[in-house]
């Protein structure tokens, strides 16, 4: 109890105290005009209110990963708690600051853009296509998820909530984002918050012996905690998807002074809402080898939701958390294919304003993710793992560059770039869905490549530095 409370104390002060070191460093600049009014189309650049892009931004980035990916994290014990605390202040907060700001000094610039600008046109070409794969991914991802919760609690069947979940999301990509995102999201932001606390409350009120911190790797399958559990906790300490989301709502900031509470803030509110769903996991089936075997049933993570709802807060307030789980994958699914949709309108030089060229993008998109749906769950989220912390290690190392070449301290985004590097080529080697080499070549060559890519940033840094590049 004790170790979950103290991780919840870190990552609020890690709020304040680290986060105020950000913002920092990045330097905000209040009497400057943001892409909100500058480039105000009615569509997506529409300036609104901080609390409203505060809680769309943690609607969007918070989807299936606080909650799924805290869960089958916490398969390692404590570890778990470590990695959300550390990788959300350190790495997780760094990275959707850095690629919500930037993206609010590029007019709004979406990932490939940015990358493009402080990386290279090469580093473009392959983040244009990775970067739409990933949301395209996470869109089909996260309308399977949410369908199998919806189905389990209804009458009605999983491909009904499939059909009805595409409508929705096809709607949400075309309208402009006041419409239907800026109305609704603030009401499913409290319901997700206060769901969320609900089960924190209910579980220390009920007395679950939640673990305290231990070094142990408590997997009971002997899973290696390194690199496996930094790639199944994602969202909730650092992930590349939110880097996707960013620059929807940084199209929407009037001032850069909100930047802070609205990209870093949200990021460390995820981070809580992972931390409660993976003590609530480890201590409400009295450890790891009890979680193992939930999850190891035919419902898997969804089952554990249910089922950790019902019995924490009752049928009422069971069935309110998990809808307001749902809500989550939904309000992140949505914004997925509207982030594919602007990221494929920016390559083609295609402008948004007309809803026919919106049409144009939409309806092949939503006929791809249609068809994911159709594919085993399991094989699409191990996919999106892997592609998720691959595009937030590209992010790290962009805003490392835009640091660098304003003459910026850039270890706040070189280091969690670093090491991000690590995880992802680590990961790729000896994954099942990857090359499945054995951790004897997978751990040094991982490492190698993750010092070498230092090596090269660092000599290209006194380059960046003769050469800085101006916001437009």
């Known amino acids: ?41 009615g569509v997506d650049y529409v300036p609104m209110d901080w609390k409203n892009n505060s809680l769309i931004q943690l609607l969007n980035i918070a989807g299936l990963g606080p909650i799924y990916g805290a869960i089958q994290g916490a398969l390692w014990g404590p570890w778990a708690f470590i990695w959300i605390v550390l990788g959300g202040i350190f790495a997780g907060g760094v990275h959707d600051y850095l690629s ?20 290279g046109k090469g580093m473009q070409k392959f983040v244009n296509i990775f970067s739409i794969l990933l949301l395209i991914l996470v869109g089909a991802t996260f309308t399977t998820g949410p369908a199998s919760l919806l189905a389990s609690i209804t ?51 009920n007395g679950y012996p939640i673990p305290e911190i231990t070094l142990a790797n408590l997997n009971p399958t002997g899973a290696p905690i390194w690199p496996l559990l930094f790639v199944t906790i994602a969202c909730g300490a650092i992930s590349g998807f939110h880097a996707t989301q960013s620059p929807l709502v940084a ?23 992972a931390m409660i769903w993976a003590a609530a996991a480890m201590s409400f089936y009295g450890g790891t080898p009890g979680l193992g075997a939930a999850l190891a ?26 809808l307001g789980v749902v809500v989550l994958p939904i309000t992140s699914g949505d914004t997925a294919f509207r982030g594919a949709r602007l990221t494929i309108a920016e390559i083609l030089n295609m402008d948004q304003i007309k809803p026919l060229k919106r049409y144009m993008i939409a309806v092949p998109l939503f006929i791809i993710g249609f068809t994911l749906t159709q594919i085993n769950f399991s094989i699409i989220w191990r ?30 985004a070189t280091i969690p770039a670093t090491f991000m590097t690590a995880v992802s080529i680590t990961y790729i080697l000896m994954a099942p869905e990857g090359l499945k080499l054995s951790t004897s ?32």
């Open 1 to 41: 109890m004790i170790t979950f409370f103290a991780s919840i104390i870190i990552l609020i002060l890690g709020y304040f105290i680290y986060g105020s070191l950000v913002e920092k460093i990045f330097g905000v600049d209040e009497n400057r005009t943001t892409p909100a009014y500058t480039k105000q189309d």
């Open 383 to 412: 996919y999106f793992a892997w592609s998720n912390q691959t595009l937030a290690m590209i992010m790290l190392w962009t805003g490392a560059a835009y640091l660098a070449r304003e003459k910026k301290f850039h270890w706040i």
């Open 100 to 119: 919500g700001m930037i993206s609010i000094r590029n007019n709004g610039a979406n990932v490939p853009a940015m990358v493009g600008r402080y990386l």
């Open 251 to 273: 199209r929407c900031t009037k001032n850069e002074k909100e930047g802070r509470f609205i990209f870093y803030g949200m990021m460390i509110a995820e981070s809580i809402i």
């Open 297 to 322: 049933s035919p419902a898997g993570p969804s089952g554990v939701v249910k089922e950790v709802s019902m019995k924490l807060l009752g049928p009422i307030g069971g069935t309110l958390t998990v």
């Open 155 to 205: 009458p009605l069947s999983l491909t009904v909530w499939v059909l009805i979940i595409i409508a929705y999301y096809f709607l949400a990509t075309i309208l402009p984002i006041d419409k239907i995102i800026g109305r609704i999201y603030p009401f499913f932001g409290a319901l997700l918050i206060v769901m969320a606390l609900g089960v924190g409350i209910a579980m220390v009120y």
């Open 441 to 472: 070549i997978a751990y040094p060559v991982g490492l190698a490549v993750a010092c070498i890519a230092f090596i090269i940033f660092m000599v290209s840094t006194y380059r960046m530095v003769s050469q800085p590049v101006y916001e437009e």
